[in-house]
């Protein structure tokens, strides 16, 4: 009997554990991708994108891990050259306790739709 009693208890638990886990996850919002243009600029301290339509500036995080390597490939002489991109991102608060929190919230690439030297005539190029 008193082993039926514990494992019934463990039950309970392990349901009132996983109930509250459920909880928390389906609370937060989660983000979805989205398309954004805009100036993206590179170099060894500062890794930032201009949104054109906003006119908002984002620190970069590149998981897709293609952004930064199409940047190094159109060969610069200096950093920090804008480029105009279009990518598909999440946008993210930026963590205050890192270089990030000098901008306002966090763009995390996860894929690079285009990149090029030609800015476009619009918001971007004034």
Known sequence: MMK??????????????????????????????????GLYSYGPEIRSFTDCDEAREYWVVDSANTLELAYSNMNFEKPYEPVYIEVECKVVK???????????????????????????DGPCNQ
Not at 12 to 36: D, H, M, P, W, Y
Not at 100 to 111: F, G, H, R
């Open 4 to 37: 039926i009693v514990k494992q019934l208890s463990l039950l309970l638990l392990l349901l009132t554990l996983f109930a509250a886990c459920n909880s928390n996850s389906a609370g937060k919002k989660q983000e979805k991708a989205r398309i954004v243009k």
């Open 94 to 120: 930026s963590d205050s306790l890192t270089v990030t929190a000098d901008y306002d919230s966090t763009m995390v690439v996860t894929k690079l739709l285009k990149m090029t030297k030609e800015i476009p």
